[in-house]
Nanobody
Framework: QLQLVESGGGLVQPGGSLRLSCVTS????????IGWFRQAPGKEREGVSC????????NYADSVKGRFTISRDNAKNTVYLQMNDLTPEDTAVYYC????????????????WGQGIQVTVAS
C-alpha cells in the first residue's frame, strides 16, 4: 500500500501562510488521487482539497477556495497544500489521503492515510 507522511504544520498567526507536504512511498504517486482532509476537536473530518491523478485537476472546499492551493510533484512523490490567509477556523489536524481512482469528499473512499499534522492559527 501507499504510505503517506505529512509535514510542514505548526503555529502561525492569522493572515499567515503554511505549506504542508505529503511525502509518499511504496507505490508511484502518479497513479493516485490525493486528498487533504482536516479535523478539529469535536467536529467531523472534512475534505479540504483533492488533486486528480489523470489530469491534475484541483478541487477545493468552499471554505478554502481562493486561499489554498494543492499541487503535486510526482518525481518527488510529494503533494503540497499551500495555505494562505489563514484564520483561526483553519485550526485542525490535517491529513493527506490516497485514492486509487478519483477525488472524493467522502473520507471513507480513501484507502491510505497519513498520521496527521497539527495546524494552529492563533495570535
Amino acid at each position: 500500500q501507499l504510505q503517506l507522511v505529512e509535514s510542514g504544520g505548526g503555529l502561525v498567526q492569522p493572515g499567515g501562510s503554511l505549506r504542508l507536504s505529503c511525502v509518499t512511498s511504496g507505490l508511484s504517486l502518479e497513479y493516485y488521487a490525493i486528498g487533504w482532509f482536516r479535523q478539529a476537536p469535536g467536529k467531523e473530518r472534512e475534505g479540504v482539497s483533492c488533486i486528480e491523478y489523470y489530469d491534475n485537476i484541483a478541487n477545493y472546499a468552499d471554505s478554502v477556495k481562493g486561499r489554498f492551493t494543492i499541487s503535486r510533484d510526482n518525481a518527488k512523490n510529494t503533494v503540497y497544500l499551500q495555505m494562505n490567509d489563514l484564520t483561526p477556523e483553519d485550526t485542525a489536524v490535517y491529513y493527506c489521503a490516497a485514492d486509487g481512482a478519483r477525488c472524493s469528499w467522502k473520507a471513507e473512499l480513501f484507502g491510505s492515510w497519513g498520521q496527521g499534522i497539527q495546524v494552529t492559527v492563533a495570535s
